[in-house]
């Protein structure tokens, strides 16, 4: 039994109650993150009853939250580094929480966009954390692998389940629910983290690199701005192009300003490792792809077939379902064939089911035109998001783990804004303005060929570009070597 215990390599492969307890709280964290991307989009209709929002002002409830959001992230991963990762957590936990209370409470239209912005800032600086916290947590090898992938799942698992959370508060209480659900979810978090959450911080003596920090905020946050303006004014007009272009001067200047700095906020060096800069590249196309899944699939079921709000979240149940099995699977395919071709096999499965969805009828059967084929999407989503998660967070220096963490959540989220305002676009073209069923169908169905052709060049670039090594247990060092042959002895 002391054996066991004392074994270096049995450390390694397994993590103690205790640590898998922080893996479960820095989860959780992140679930709520991400269900505040999509819990809302259901209960829109009945806030706009309620406060007598104008549909800029509905645009905005989700559009407040995911601009906080991008253009925080990085700030928030540095944060973690210099004053704690477990203080950023809390602080990121707290205003999310206080901030989801005040929504639900909001009495008018500017009391719930200033809650939803709130939001976004407290998640921009809670979501980096839960990564970093996990990695730090759990060491590198087969145990971390599973660590990540039940962050993944977590993360995916909480945008698949937006859809059916926010139908089931709004149709059973009220809209303000979607919200307000976050308040005893928050504090009990709270409360563990506060309790069980190890401390731990890098770069001890640097300061924050502020010119650095408030550039690449302004610009992320332009650039998502600009993004969200496509949706109501297209991409050729004046409100969108020019904060368009403002946020690339920005970001232009912030990457000017860090080559500069003796302590950067994002140390470009990060950007010439080859795992990181693959992998967060292949990120962004693939969130380009995938977020914009659940929102074509939940207009279909709605605005085509008829289903509920609460319908179409139950009927995306197996989809959910598929990529929290995907995300689970991912570490043990990564140990027999590595992570690269686990990330290009996820995403191609997901490319065959985009293709499979996009021959959708407006008179389609669940089975064959939601069910199976978004199993499929998710399937490889899950499959796709554990290995490039894991390939985007090695190889950086501890001091950096948290603007990785940032850098990761920043390329998902900058992804998903873009593709879905790219993909609305298209879709929106090809229905001409109809409100049928069949023009509709086809606006959806072009954009789901849009994505399998995105998801398509993402392979191509995973299996170009992303390491190629697989994933095995860290060599031993000679002191653990020597501390099992005592052990032994």
Request: with cysteine.
């Amino acid at each position: 039994m002391l054996g066991a215990a004392a074994d270096p390599r049995t450390a390694r492969r397994t993590a103690s109650p205790l640590t898998w307890l922080v893996v479960a709280l820095a989860c959780a964290g992140q679930f709520l993150v991400v269900l505040d991307v999509s819990v809302v989009n259901v209960a829109l209709p009945s806030m706009r009853t309620d406060l007598g929002l104008s549909a800029p002002g509905l645009q905005w409830v989700v559009n407040a939250y995911s601009i906080a959001f991008a253009g925080f992230m990085l700030l928030g991963g540095r944060a973690g580094d210099l004053y704690g990762r477990k203080r950023m957590f809390l602080v990121g936990l707290a205003l999310f929480t206080f901030a989801s209370l005040g929504g639900g409470l909001a009495q008018d239209d500017w009391q719930l966009l200033l809650a939803r912005a709130a939001q976004g800032l407290g998640a921009a600086v809670l979501a980096p954390s839960t990564l970093t916290i996990l990695t730090s947590a759990v060491p590198e090898g087969a145990a971390r692998a599973r660590a990540i992938a039940t962050w993944s799942a977590v993360g995916a698992g909480g945008g698949a389940a937006g859809g059916l959370v926010g139908g089931v508060l709004t149709d059973g209480l009220s809209w303000r629910w979607v919200l307000l659900v976050n308040v005893p979810v928050g504090a009990v978090v709270l409360a563990g983290a506060a309790r069980w959450l190890p401390e731990s911080r890098a770069g001890a003596g640097r300061r924050l690199d502020l010119p650095g920090a408030l550039l690449v905020t302004a610009g992320l946050a332009t650039l998502a701005y600009g993004i969200v303006q496509t949706e109501e004014h297209g991409w050729a007009a004046a409100a969108t192009l020019v904060p368009l272009l403002a946020g690339a001067v920005l970001v232009a200047l912030f990457l000017a300003v860090e080559a500069r700095t003796a302590a950067p906020l994002m140390p470009l060096k990060l950007l010439g490792l080859r795992s990181v800069a693959s992998a967060n590249a292949a990120m962004f196309l693939s969130g380009a792809a995938m977020f914009a899944m659940w929102y074509f699939m939940t207009l279909y079921a709605q605005n085509v077939l008829g289903y509920s709000p609460l319908g179409a979240g139950l009927a995306l149940v197996p989809s959910s379902l598929a990529v929290v099995l995907g995300s689970k699977a991912a570490p043990r395919l990564m140990r027999v064939a590595g992570a690269r071709a686990v990330a290009v096999a996820g995403s191609l499965l997901a490319a065959a089911g985009f293709a499979w969805q996009s021959t959708m009828s407006a008179d389609g059967t669940y089975v064959t035109t939601i069910m199976l084929p978004g199993v499929l999407m998710m399937l490889g989503a899950g499959l796709a998001a554990t290995p490039l998660a894991s390939l985007a967070t090695s190889g950086a220096a501890p001091e950096d783990a948290g603007v990785v963490s940032g850098l990761v959540n920043t390329s998902r989220t900058m992804g998903g804004s873009l593709g879905l305002s790219v993909l609305s676009t298209i879709a929106a073209a090809r229905t001409g303005g109809s409100a049928s069923g069949t023009a509709l169908t086809e606006g959806y169905a072009l954009a789901f060929r849009t994505g399998a052709a995105v998801l398509l060049g993402c392979a191509v670039l995973m299996l170009l570009w992303l390491p190629g090594a697989r994933t095995r247990e860290p060599a031993r060092t000679r002191a653990e070597a020597e501390a099992q042959a005592k052990t032994q002895a």
